[in-house]
């Protein structure tokens, strides 16, 4: 079996099942890290709620780049294209962008 059949067993608990909303996400980094703050923004709310920040190594950030891009590719051709909506909450600070 090679690395790509190899399992994986994990733990899912009941609470990081329900998962958490985000509709904004906050990237910056450091030399050695890729911080993602992600961010429940409502309607007429003026301030928003970061509900997880995960923190990568440079590396695994890419790899996430890489089976984010598969995964959407997979979605779209299933699916169509997602539109890009032009209208996101513009950045304070960092060296970062946001999702």
């Given amino acids: 079996?090679?690395?790509q059949e190899q399992k994986l067993?994990?733990?899912l608990s009941e609470e990081v099942a329900k998962?958490?909303?985000s509709n904004l996400t906050i990237i910056t980094h450091s030399d050695n890290e890729f911080i993602l703050d992600f961010i429940a923004m409502l309607?007429?709310?003026p301030k928003g709620?970061?509900?997880s920040r995960i923190i990568l190594t440079p590396q695994n950030a890419k790899r996430l780049l890489v089976a984010l891009r598969e995964s959407i590719g997979?979605?779209?051709e299933k699916?169509?294209?997602i539109e890009e909506r032009q209208n996101v909450i513009p950045m304070i600070g960092g060296d970062g962008g946001l999702a």
């Fill in 1 to 3: 079996m090679n690395k």
């Fill in 9 to 11: 067993d994990l733990n």
């Fill in 19 to 21: 998962g958490k909303y």
């Fill in 43 to 45: 309607p007429g709310m």
């Fill in 49 to 51: 709620e970061v509900s």
């Fill in 74 to 76: 997979k979605f779209e």
């Fill in 79 to 81: 699916n169509g294209r």
